[in-house]
């Protein structure tokens, strides 16, 4: 019988999965990387149970991975922002849009490119010390036709 977890397994992709490979969690965070922040918004945006979206949170603020900042009083209200290391996760969200993209999309892909210049950008390897874009300076649009031909598959 498969364990339901990946304790005592020496991989830090196995490690990464206990911290965000629970169903509905890379969608929570995905949503707060296109600018989502209120439990209402994730609630609207992927229709998941609230008791399911609570849970999750709190899982995502213990991991590190959103700070909870309480945005109004009366009634008491938070949002959920993503820390440096939840922001750290954007190439690896990257990483596996532009898989999916490539070998799963039923709709018509997506590309990601920089704001300054629209040239796109891919997730990949770098040398270290390379530049590297902040999430704030790329953009997912839907990809032009010309842009792809030959590009899936």
Do not use: H
């Not at 490539?102 to 300054?116: A, G």
Request: aromatic share 8%; glycine share 8%; proline share 5%.
């Amino acid at each position: 019988m498969l364990n339901r977890d990946y304790e005592g397994q020496d991989c830090s992709i196995a490690r990464a999965l206990e911290v965000v490979g629970e169903r509905w969690t890379l969608l929570i965070i995905r949503d707060a990387f296109l600018g989502l922040r209120r439990f209402d918004q994730f609630q609207e945006s992927l229709g998941i149970a609230r008791n399911v979206l609570t849970d999750r949170l709190a899982r995502l603020v213990q991991e590190g991975i959103f700070d909870r900042v309480r945005y109004n009083d009366r009634p008491e209200r938070y949002e959920y922002r993503l820390t440096p290391k939840g922001r750290d996760l954007g190439i690896a969200l990257a990483g596996l849009r532009q898989w999916g993209d490539k070998y799963l999309s039923q709709e018509p892909p997506r590309i990601t490119r920089r704001r300054s210049d629209k040239r796109p950008v891919i997730a990949a390897f770098v040398p270290e010390g390379s530049a590297v874009l902040r999430d704030n300076e790329i953009e997912t649009v839907p990809a032009r036709a010309p842009a792809l031909s030959g590009d899936r598959g």
